[in-house]
C-alpha cells in the first residue's frame, strides 16, 4: 500500500522520522536499560542486538521507498555501483582526521603513546563502527533526499540536525563539546551529500570517522 503518489514526498518522510526516532528513544531509555545486565554480561551481545535494531530500521525505510529489489533499495538512497574516485580518498581521509581530533579533544596526550593506538576493542566497537551502515541510507539516502524536494539546502540540513539530536540525545547532550562535534560532523555528511549526490562518500567518511571512535 503507497504511503502517497509520491515516495520522496517530505510527508511520508516526516511520518518515517517520527517512526525513526520513536524507536531510538525507546531503545535509550527503555530496552537498553532492562537489557543492561545481559549487555554486560555477553561480550557479543551489543552487536547482536543492534544487528537486529538496524535491520528492521533499514527493512522499514525499505518499505517506505517502495522497493521491491535490494538493488532498486541501493539506487535510491544514493548507492548505485561506482567506481572509486577522487571523492573515495577524500571522504576517507575527512573521516579519519575528524576521528582522531575527536580523541584528541578528549585526551590530548592519547596519541602520545604509539601503544594506545588502534589498539581498544571493546563490546561496544563493533555497533560502534558499522552504525554508519544504517544510519547513512536512512538519514542521508532517504530524509534528506525526500526534504530536498520541497526544501532548501539550510532548511533540510537543519531538519536533519535536529532528528540527530533528538536520536542522539544521550551522546549530544553529554557536554558541550559532545553537542558541537556531533553537529559539525552530521553538517560536513550533509555538505558531501549535497555536494556529490551519492551517498557513498557520506558513507566512507562516517565510517573512517567511526572506525576511530570504535578502537580507541
Known sequence: MRLTTNKWDPRAAWLFVVIFIAAQLLIQFLIIP???????????????????????????????????????????????????????????????????????????????EPNNWFRGFYATSLPIMFDPLVEEPILRGYIYRAFRTKYSIPQAMVAILIIVFISHWQNATASFQNFLFIMVLQTIFCILREHTNTLYPVLFCHLAYNSVIAFN
Not at 41 to 55: C, D, Q
Open 34 to 112: 532492562i537489557l543492561k545486565d545481559v549487555l554486560r554480561k555477553f561480550f557479543f551481545a551489543h552487536t547482536i542486538y543492534f544487528a537486529l535494531i538496524g535491520f528492521f530500521l533499514l527493512f522499514i525505510t525499505f518499505k517506505f521507498l517502495e522497493s521491491e529489489k535490494l538493488s532498486e533499495f541501493l539506487s535510491a538512497v544514493g548507492l548505485a555501483r561506482q567506481r572509486p574516485d577522487r571523492w573515495t580518498a577524500r571522504s576517507l581521509t575527512i573521516g579519519l582526521f575528524l576521528g582522531v581530533v575527536s580523541v584528541f579533544s578528549v585526551d590530548p596526550h592519547y596519541f602520545s
